[in-house]
Antibody, heavy 117, light 107 residues
């Protein structure tokens, strides 16, 4: 069945770069939009951005130039990289599958990230 | 950005009760509104997409309605397994935005 699983560091230091991998199974990344969503104590759920089925990306301006989403279709993996981390970036990061006309249909379990020195 | 105001934030109800949760958008979202259920420690699960379309495998006691800026999730007869947090997502315009969530507990 459709599965998404995020892996990443539990702890990142302020100013450093966060890298998270989402590994998917039972569907093709070339058929769906893959997004990243985070949940923080301060702002709740936030849509961060997506990579379209064709490979182009779109980001929430909230994250300005800090965020990068990419993928490796041969490995069924989607990647999030976000730099210049702050303590307010502490939260759970989810990858999620969707389509532009139907929103998100499947979510990963999420990975907890703590930004602290 | 479109703001999604979800109410109530907390809801206590009894088994068999009819439960309604609301999301109000700051502008017309043309029925591009999804509802999700999240149980503790689990991934969110899609219940309803595009206002009133029941996702495959979801019990028929869940339904959605609305238009314009106002949308509602209804559970027709609350079951113990429905204890969870529910939230809405508008995907009418980017950035997609979420409601603040409703925590549903049994009375």
């Amino acid at each position: 069945q459709v599965q998404l699983k995020e892996t990443g560091p539990g702890l990142v230091q302020p100013t450093q770069t966060l890298s998270i991998t989402c590994t998917v199974s039972d569907f093709s990344l070339t058929s769906y939009y893959m997004q990243w969503v985070r949940q923080t104590p301060g702002k709740g759920l936030e849509w961060m951005g997506f990579i379209r089925s064709g490979g182009s990306t779109e980001y929430n301006s909230e994250f300005k130039s800090r965020l990068s989403i990419s993928r490796d279709t041969s490995k069924n993996q989607v990647f999030l990289k976000m730099n210049s981390l702050k303590t307010e970036d502490t939260g759970v990061y989810y990858c999620a599958r969707g389509r532009s006309t139907e929103g998100i249909d499947y979510w990963g379990q999420g990975v907890m990230v703590t930004v602290s020195s | 950005d479109i703001q999604m105001t979800q109410s109530p934030s907390f809801l206590s109800a009894s088994v068999g009760d009819r439960v309604t949760i609301n999301c109000k958008a700051s502008q017309n979202i043309n029925k591009y509104l999804n509802w999700y259920q999240q149980k503790l420690g689990e991934a969110p699960k899609l219940l309803i997409y595009n206002t009133n379309n029941l996702q495959t495998g979801i019990p028929s006691r869940f339904s959605g309605s609305g238009s314009g800026t106002d949308y509602t999730l209804t559970i027709s007869s609350l079951q113990p397994e429905d204890v969870a947090t529910y939230f809405c997502l508008q995907h009418s315009s980017r950035p997609w935005t979420f409601g603040g969530g409703t925590k549903l507990e049994l009375k």
